[in-house]
């Protein structure tokens, strides 16, 4: 039972997108700290607290400089089910949208950037006195980059929501950042809710400097890329790199005869590159990205790498 599972994240390593790899890694750490706290609890709660205070990230100063790593493990750690529960479905949501658009090895970054973003304004605040000594852990703010910048790519986006119907991403958004202003005036989980606005914020300047030609993914990437890093992926090696420009323009019909014709359907081998894309795009935004055949995702793929 397990080989093939094991089988499958092997796969997901090697070919797919970086949305699954740092879901995987998520639930990966958050089932080790599961079965290792099941057992050091009881035994040894010290050893616990000192795992604990390992992965996540103090709000004191000099507990960060004496433990570095917690600026990138407090990301992928959580304690609570649904708390990683809801950050992987919003992290696989809105991450597909981002990388279809700008291009996957450009996820990685995000993510990480936008999390440090987060604890950034955690931080400030928590000098200014807004919140008292504490523990951050979870990828809210990371995962909060991702959607804020998924918005700022393409705002009349639209996602089918459960009972509500269609919503556009730039409502998503708003609705979030009030919802986390409701939970700073309320005093409850402030640090946690500055750290979801600091990754929104982020998400924002990302694409904005993206517009202008600025890629900060660029430096990280390479960096990874120096150590051959399991996030590198090989299609993303070579993605060119130009201001991004997202744009969704109306279908326009040509006559069948200056189509290839497979039955009575037209072939997209045929159809021009904006016309195809248009299509594409418009298929999305009727039915979702996971109605799309798998030559219309590799298209898409490609697309983001124009």
């Not at 795992?51 to 990301?75: D, Q, R, Y």
């Not at 809210?140 to 910048?149: D, K, L, R, T």
């Not at 960096?223 to 051959?228: M, R, S």
């Not at 195809?276 to 795009?281: H, K, N």
């Amino acid at each position: 039972m397990f080989q093939p599972i094991l089988d499958d994240i092997k796969r997901t390593f090697q070919s797919g997108s970086m949305v699954s790899k740092l879901i995987i890694v998520n639930v990966a750490i958050f089932l080790f700290v599961l079965i290792v706290g099941i057992f050091l609890k009881g035994a040894s709660p010290e050893t616990y607290k000192w795992l604990f205070n390992n992965l996540a990230i103090s709000s004191e100063g000099i507990t960060v400089l004496l433990k570095p790593w917690t600026l990138i493990t407090h990301m992928f750690f959580h304690e609570g089910l649904w708390h990683l529960a809801w950050n992987m479905l919003l992290l696989y949501w809105f991450g597909q949208i981002v990388g279809d658009f700008v291009g996957d090895s450009r996820i990685l970054p995000l993510y990480i950037m936008g999390g440090l973003a987060g604890i950034g304004l955690y931080y400030l605040t928590a000098k200014l006195g807004w919140i008292g000594s504490s523990t951050a852990l979870g990828a809210s703010g990371a995962v909060m980059a991702i959607i804020s910048a998924s918005a700022f790519i393409s705002p009349n986006y639209e996602m089918r929501l459960f009972i509500i119907g269609n919503v556009t991403l730039k409502y998503i958004v708003l609705f979030l950042i009030i919802w986390d202003l409701v939970g700073i005036s309320a005093m409850d989980n402030t640090g946690g809710h500055l750290a979801h606005i600091g990754g929104m914020l982020f998400g924002g300047l990302f694409v904005y400097l993206l517009r202008q030609g600025i890629d900060l993914a660029d430096g990280f990437n390479s960096f990874f890329a120096a150590f051959g890093s399991v996030f590198s992926r090989t299609e993303d090696k070579k993605v060119k790199r130009s201001p991004l420009s997202v744009s969704h323009k109306a279908k326009v019909t040509k006559p069948a005869s200056n189509r290839r014709m497979k039955g009575n359907k037209v072939s997209d081998e045929a159809l021009p590159y904006q016309e195809q894309l248009d299509r594409i795009l418009d298929k999305i935004k009727e039915s979702g990205y996971d109605n799309l055949t798998g030559e219309e995702k590799e298209f898409l793929f490609q697309a983001s790498k124009r």
